[in-house]
């Protein structure tokens, strides 16, 4: 997939610490003196933008390539979004060939990204998608900051985000996440509404594709809604506060609302047509609900940020937030049209937080949700005070701005840039040993078993055996953590995955119910045989042939005798 010379490359770099860390560095330095050095004003500026943005992605990708190779560094969410992206290149039905869960649909498509280029779906095919939308964000960010400020501004004011994106070694923050997708579309929105405005009124295009930004929302997670319903509404209020008659703020009203119910209606229109809207309310609706039902204390997320994360998320999170805090109490003092961009960050970051701690669940990425947000509002606010002084001359009047343009590289940039430098680099040694992927005993059992066109169904929580093997689900669900857990819902679940393995006949079927694997190790108590149907229609169709690594496989009768 890969070929040897560039994989070779990257071994080098990997070998040679200073190498990667001379390459890696020098591409920051060049974003860094794109954006300090004084601009002569051009008439246009598309050439330094792309030239802007290609630095961008370069400084972004110098950082982040160990992790595209790190084949051992994998999480259950992101081999799930993979086996539901392998899965809808043979159907691409939602709730009908694949039920992503607590995610939704979008997050899995947008992994077929890569097979437009011929490329499959693995976890560095998967990484590469998410730093494309990471770079996306960044883009977005830029552009919306140079709404508001002079290119110069604007560069410098994105790049405490940019810094976190390229330095951030957790694994919760590195390996592709239901939050790439979301996030990107709301950094795109925002972009679209605040260049929406032109001299003769509100771009009715701009602003219906804000809407569809703001519809697909809910479908590439559910749990980022309120950000997506914060950002309309802060649009609406934007548009009728314009100094406009009244009909050319209600038509862009109607676009953007248009552009909002446009995703649901299609998608409605999906679900009915085939018979899926049961399936996509029980297992999308009810229980996205019943998985928000968890409660965790404030303590725990003060926590995560001081000692479950790594040193850099701490860096950007509170320096960045003190920052805007600060600027809120400057808003006064700032322009119209900048306070306007300060105020819906800084309300983007107060839902961030409800987001975040709205499902009371243990889980890390969901800090995501407050990065771009966070990384804007202090953006926007240094923007602000730039833009401010410009205007300003007189020095007692000019003190706030001077002082926080001064705090701005203090707090937001050195002390990331600092942790990076002292702190190894923990993923050198995989990408010098060159392994996107290293194949467990299990899937190599089953690759030698298994014919193009194969299905596997899974019992238990591995899902990372489709990512291995490249075969797509036998069932809705690529783990069975459903119809494990009791509750209101179990007896739903469970009789579905009965429907879905009679009817798809999957060649393989993985009980990985046993020690060593992840979720579930008592046989015993959730083995597949203790639960009737399932135990029968494993016992008159398939026949157990390994028992590895406490993964039992069973191969259908049919192709044992062939």
Not at 56 to 63: E, G, N, P, S, T
Request: with cysteine; net charge positive.
């Amino acid at each position: 997939m890969i070929p040897d010379t560039v994989l070779y490359f990257f071994a080098w770099l990997g070998q040679h610490s200073w190498a990667y860390w001379t390459v890696a560095w020098s591409s920051f330095g060049l974003l860094l003196l794109s954006a300090a050095l004084p601009l002569k004003p051009r008439p246009d500026s598309r050439p330094r933008t792309i030239v802007f943005l290609s630095l961008l992605a370069l400084a972004v990708a110098a950082f982040r390539w160990p992790a595209l190779f790190h084949g051992d560094l994998w999480n259950m969410d992101e081999c799930q979004m993979i086996a539901g992206a392998i899965t809808f290149a043979h159907n691409p039905l939602p709730w009908l060939s694949v039920d992503p869960t607590s995610t939704g649909p979008l997050d899995d498509y947008a992994l077929l990204l890569p097979r437009l280029l011929g490329l499959p779906c693995t976890f560095f095919t998967a990484r590469l998608v998410g730093l494309l939308l990471i770079w996306t964000t960044l883009s977005a960010g830029y552009l919306t900051l140079r709404t508001r400020a002079s290119q110069r501004a604007a560069r410098l004011g994105v790049l405490p985000m940019t810094v976190f994106f390229c330095c951030t070694t957790h694994w919760d923050f590195i390996h592709y996440t239901s939050e790439h997708l979301p996030f990107c579309l709301l950094a795109l929105a925002t972009m679209l509404l605040f260049t929406a405005r032109g001299r003769e009124g509100f771009s009715a295009v701009r602003l219906f594709l804000c809407g569809l930004c703001l519809g697909a929302v809910p479908f590439a997670k559910l749990q980022g809604s309120p950000l997506a319903l914060w950002t309309a509404l802060f649009a609406c209020i934007l548009i009728l506060a314009a100094k406009l008659p009244v009909k050319l703020r209600i038509r862009p009203i109607l676009l953007l609302c248009a552009g909002g119910v446009a995703p649901a209606l299609l998608l409605l229109a999906i679900l009915l047509a085939n018979g899926l809207f049961g399936d996509f309310y029980q297992c999308y609706i009810i229980n996205n609900i019943a998985y928000s039902q968890g409660s965790l204390p404030l303590s725990a997320y003060v926590h995560f940020i001081t000692h479950g994360g790594e040193p850099g998320f701490m860096l950007f999170l509170l320096p960045c937030l003190g920052y805007a805090l600060v600027s809120a109490l400057l808003l006064p003092l700032l322009s119209t049209r900048n306070r306007a961009l300060c105020l819906y960050a800084l309300g983007t970051v107060v839902v961030a937080c409800y987001v975040i701690m709205a499902p009371g669940r243990p889980h890390g990425h969901y800090f995501l949700f407050l990065i771009p947000p966070l990384g804007l509002a202090a953006g926007a606010a240094f923007c602000g005070h730039w833009e401010k002084l410009l205007q300003e001359r007189s020095w007692p009047r000019s003190l706030p701005h001077w002082t926080m343009l001064l705090l701005f590289p203090l707090l937001c940039l050195a002390p990331q840039v600092y942790s990076r430098m002292v702190t190894p680099h923990p993923y050198l040694l995989s990408a010098a040993q060159h392994r996107e992927l290293t194949s467990s005993p299990v899937s190599r059992f089953v690759l030698q078993h298994a014919q193009p066109g194969d299905a596997m169904a899974m019992w238990g929580w591995m899902p990372l055996y489709y990512v291995e093997t490249g075969l797509r689900q036998g069932t809705r669900e690529a783990h069975s953590e459903r119809q494990l857990s009791a509750g209101p819902q179990q007896a739903y679940y469970l009789q579905r995955y009965y429907t879905d393995i009679v009817r798809e006949k999957p060649a393989f079927f993985l009980d990985a119910v046993g020690l060593g694997n992840f979720g579930y190790a008592e046989r015993d108590k959730y083995g597949h045989e203790n639960f009737p149907p399932l135990k029968t229609i494993i016992r008159n169709n398939y026949r157990l042939v390994a028992d590895i690594l406490g993964v039992r496989i069973f191969i259908r009768n049919d192709r044992i005798s062939n």
